[in-house]
Structure formats: C-alpha cells, structure tokens
C-alpha cells in the first residue's frame, strides 16, 4: 500500500509532518492550499478513516499509525480557532 508524508504549516507558523498508509489525502487535500483549521480537522478524519479501512481491508487489522496521525492533528487543531487557516504545503513519497 502506498504510503505518503503530507507537511502542514500551521496559522501560527509552525511546520509538521504527518504520515498516511493510503494516497487518499492527495484526493482531500492539494498541496500550496490553505484550509479553515475546522474544514482540514474534517477533511483529515474523513482521509484517516478511509485509510484505516484501506488497511483494514488489505491486512485484516486497521492502521495505528492513520489513529496516530489524527491524535496528532486534533491535537494540534485545538490550539486554534476554527476559521484560521492551515496550509498543505507539499506531499512526499
């Protein structure tokens, strides 16, 4: 299964990465675009559920890590508020 890195800036300025088992946030997510911290905090749950069930479907046993990278991201998102923006800076193989 194709796995991807998606680098994220965040309204205060801060870079992290985060990893993905499944290319689906190359279909929710374009990289130079920025988002609504609530649209991208959506847009993730929705990309991490579909990947779990990707691997789920695959390997017989969800994915920890797509768990993982959403803990992440909300934990990140709730320093914010909801109308600021993040960006989706660039995708990496």
Known sequence: M??????????????????SPSLIVEEYFSAGSGYPVSD????????????DERVQAKYGF???????????????AARFDPADEVTVESFRR
Do not use: K
Request: proline share 4%.
């Open 62 to 76: 969800g994915c920890a890590q797509s768990r993982r990278t959403l803990d992440l991201i909300t934990e990140s």
């Open 40 to 51: 991208f905090l959506d847009r993730s749950r929705t990309c991490m559920r579909i990947a």
């Open 2 to 19: 194709p796995e991807v890195m998606f680098d994220v800036r965040w309204p205060d300025g801060s870079a992290r990465s985060y990893y």
